[in-house]
């Protein structure tokens, strides 16, 4: 499985941001797919997950982002409304080989290269 994921950049706060993730490979509909980020001196943290037809998102970032699949196309997004500078970080797309989400890094074995979220006050 390969990923790339896409759709970082700058914005202000309280704007908006759509990350896109692209798979190819592996039947990648059958698995979980989850978004982490990690800021600068900060450890890798869980976003958002999605499999089949559940979804599960880190407190901090309920109400907010929305993560959803386009199995067809092999892309699962991430939309993030009402952005805050705290949520300024790289951004990593994820794959785990089960259906059951995660919310550990450790669980997902194919990882996309990150694209950089900057969220300015």
């Known amino acids: 499985v390969q990923l790339q994921a896409s759709g970082g950049g700058l914005v202000q706060a309280g704007g908006s941001l759509r990350l896109s993730c692209a798979a190819s490979g592996r039947a990648f509909s059958f698995y979980s797919m989850g978004w982490f980020r990690q800021a600068p001196g900060k450890e890798r943290e869980f976003v958002a997950g999605?499999?089949?037809?559940?979804?599960r998102y880190a407190d901090s970032m309920k109400g907010r982002f929305t993560i959803s699949r386009d199995s067809a196309k092999n892309t699962v997004y991430l939309q993030m409304n009402s952005l805050k500078p705290e949520d300024t970080a790289i951004y990593y797309c994820?794959?785990?080989?089960?259906?059951?989400?995660?919310?550990?890094?450790?669980?997902?074995?194919?990882w996309g290269q990150g694209t950089q979220v900057t969220v300015s006050s």
């Open positions: 999605i499999s089949r037809g559940s979804t």
């Open positions: 994820a794959v785990r080989t089960s259906y059951s989400l995660s919310y550990s890094s450790s669980d997902y074995r194919y």
